[in-house]
């Protein structure tokens, strides 16, 4: 039998229900998550709109009007991040913000 990982997935929509029908734009895996919550913990409580996925197991929502401040957080906490696979993934969000941004999406984020 093979386990399957979880994933915190990272979906654009102007609503929830069209955000689920897309495949996700970016999957926060276990491993990743772990990193930022539990090992940089003290970092991330610096950062509010990021710290709405920590929990793993709940969806968490940044209507488009958060998106730029959830840029910057990001932004921030990745010249903070030394983890090269962090530091991917947070590069990889941004792109997905500014996606997000250009076409007046919200971001939302499903666990499995």
């Known amino acids: 039998m093979c386990l399957r990982k979880m994933s915190l997935d990272i979906h654009t ?4 229900v069209n ?6 734009a970016l999957s926060f895996d276990e491993s990743i998550h ?3 919550f539990l090992h ?3 970092l991330i409580c610096k950062y509010p709109l990021f710290l709405k996925m920590q929990d793993y197991y709940q969806d968490a929502y940044y ?10 957080e990001i932004d921030k906490l990745r010249q903070e991040m030394k983890d090269k696979d962090s530091c991917t993934f ?4 941004i792109e997905l913000c500014n996606m997000a941004l250009l ?8 666990s499995d």
């Open 103 to 110: 076409r007046k999406d919200n971001i939302y984020c499903f």
């Open 19 to 24: 955000a689920e029908k897309i495949h996700p």
């Open 90 to 93: 947070l590069e990889k969000f």
């Open 13 to 16: 929509g102007k609503s929830k």
């Open 40 to 42: 940089e913990k003290k």
């Open 63 to 72: 209507p488009n009007g958060e998106i730029e401040s959830l840029m910057s």
């Open 34 to 36: 772990e990193l930022f």
